[in-house]
């Protein structure tokens, strides 16, 4: 094997999650797909081993190393694979990839002569460390998709398993790789598949599920994550980072929600669209141009998400401390709470259903494509509305202070408790404040931001309470929870209860 005749490719692919797919019909369904319809299907079995140290240096560099086994065991044929760089929070991913036939299931060192795996490690410290850390199986099935404008796009469909030590994850997603043109023929192609197969972003590779199912044994809930700002960034390219890391916190909780039936998924998953609107608002002088989708075909998801969260709070946070004071020692009160704990639990059990198939609707995965496919647009020359573009800090500023304002003015009309609509009004620009503040205060390290923000975040909290105990109310008598609950609850608004 000569080394130099190892040719570096950019990938370019579009990840799909396939929501509440029957894994087993698929091949047939996406065979139907009318651009796929008269295109021939190649069939491998492949089998993926991952290297690492022991202390996952090579996933703080953002690089992977692989083995891959092509065909059965009886006649195999070896990859080797370095992947570079990539990481971010989309689900249309651009890398460095290098990958070299090798004689058999051994790391090859002449294979990375080539490669930028001379800067990662100079001494060969780092090669002497690396030991299998997870491995992945699957079958591919593949389509390649040519156009008349020269674009072409493999379409691969995995069905398999992750296994990371005891741990194993089923896999069941499509690849969109780019074989020729630009990223909108991975677009275009995927807004087809998804009109007949429910699909759903993915920006999480194989490899970071794996280490994420290695370290937690499931994925973890996606929290809400700094964006990488600096103050020399133009105000559009900070849009496009800020409003992607909060439209990936919603839609990696969505994929969660499959399988997952933690509430911290749900709240997750809600805390990341809410921040993705706010957000949006926060940059709409600077995206005022920038053909943004409409977001109605996610309103009945988000609905469903909201009412399903608000009976998590219920059973979880609002109702728990209550009890005693409830029962305060009856038998009979006992069975009444214990009776409208399992209608609650039942509500939220087929809510939770009522999501999960709203995630599974063509309509809900367009829409997301359509979102990805605007983000990733963002930062185009033609974008940008206002030449020359302000400076991030001095701009980012001065629409922080407005939301302050608008705050303090917002608490000053409101007249107390009694003003629900002003209590509604303030509990909204303090959350928006608040997410504009995470996403931008890294820029300055001034005690004005973290002030602004402990303030948002204490009214927030407080009015937040008050708002979860009136819905828990609004929940009980929906579902025909016993009157004396209700009753006892909406004494507990008037203030008639100490609460624990």
């Not at 009979?332 to 259903?353: C, F, G, K, P």
């Not at 829409?367 to 185009?380: H, I, R, S, V």
């Not at 302000?390 to 003015?409: D, S, T």
Request: aromatic share 4%; with cysteine.
């Amino acid at each position: 094997m000569n080394a130099q005749s190892i040719l570096p490719t950019q990938e370019v692919e579009l990840k799909l999650a396939l929501p509440g797919a029957d894994s087993a019909a698929l091949r047939q369904q996406l065979s139907r797909v009318p651009a796929l319809a008269r295109r021939k299907v190649t069939t491998l079995h492949l089998h993926n081993v991952y290297y690492d140290t022991p202390a996952q240096t090579l996933r703080q560099l953002r690089v992977a190393l692989r083995l891959r086994r092509v065909g059965g065991a009886d006649a195999p044929q070896w990859l080797q694979t370095l992947k570079v760089g990539g990481a971010g929070d989309s689900a249309l991913s651009q890398r460095g990839e290098w990958e070299t036939p090798v004689t058999g299931p051994v790391l090859s060192l002449l294979a990375l002569q080539a490669t930028p795996w001379r800067e990662i490690d100079p001494d060969g410290r780092l090669l002497a460390q690396l030991v299998p850390c997870f491995e992945s199986s699957f079958e591919r099935s593949c389509w390649v998709v040519r156009q008349r404008d020269g674009s072409a796009v493999e379409v691969a469909l995995d069905r398999g398993h992750i296994a990371a030590g005891k741990h194993r994850l089923r896999l069941c997603e499509l690849e969109l790789e780019l074989l020729a043109g630009t990223p909108q023929a991975l677009f275009a192609l995927a807004g087809q598949i998804a009109q007949h197969v429910a699909v759903l972003p993915l920006s999480v590779s194989k490899s970071e599920r794996a280490y994420a199912m290695a370290q937690h044994g499931a994925l973890p809930p996606r929290r809400a994550r700094p964006p990488s700002l600096t103050p020399d960034l133009a105000v559009v390219q900070a849009a496009q980072r800020v409003l992607g890391e909060a439209f990936d916190q919603f839609v990696s909780n969505l994929h969660l929600l499959a399988h997952s039936d933690d509430p911290e998924v749900v709240h997750q998953a809600r805390v990341g669209w809410r921040r993705f609107r706010s957000l949006q608002r926060l940059f709409k002088p600077v995206l005022g141009a920038s053909n943004a989708p409409t977001w109605m075909a996610l309103r009945p998801l988000c609905q469903a998400l909201g009412v399903l969260r608000d009976l998590d709070v219920a059973r979880t946070d609002t109702l728990p401390p209550l009890a005693d004071a409830f029962v305060r020692g009856s038998t009979s009160r006992q069975r009444i709470w214990q009776a409208m704990l399992r209608l609650v639990s039942h509500a939220a059990r087929q809510q939770r259903q009522s999501v999960r198939h709203a995630i599974t609707l063509p309509s809900v995965g367009a829409c997301l494509l359509a979102t990805t496919q605007w983000l990733e647009g963002l930062a185009q020359p033609q974008v940008a509305t206002l030449p020359p573009d302000p400076r991030l800090r001095g701009w980012g500023r001065r629409r922080l202070r407005r939301l302050h304002q608008r705050l303090r003015g917002a608490m000053r009309e409101s007249r107390g408790e009694e003003d629900t609509l002003g209590q509604h009004r303030v509990r909204i620009l303090a959350k928006h404040l608040r997410y504009g503040i995470e996403a931008l205060g890294g820029l300055w390290h001034k005690p004005w931001a973290a002030a602004w923000q402990q303030q948002a975040v204490t009214l927030q909290n407080q009015l937040g309470a008050r708002r979860d105990l009136v819905r828990a109310i609004e929940l009980m008598d929906a579902i025909g929870v016993d009157s004396t609950v209700v009753a006892f609850l909406r004494g507990v608004v008037v203030g008639g209860i100490e609460r624990d």
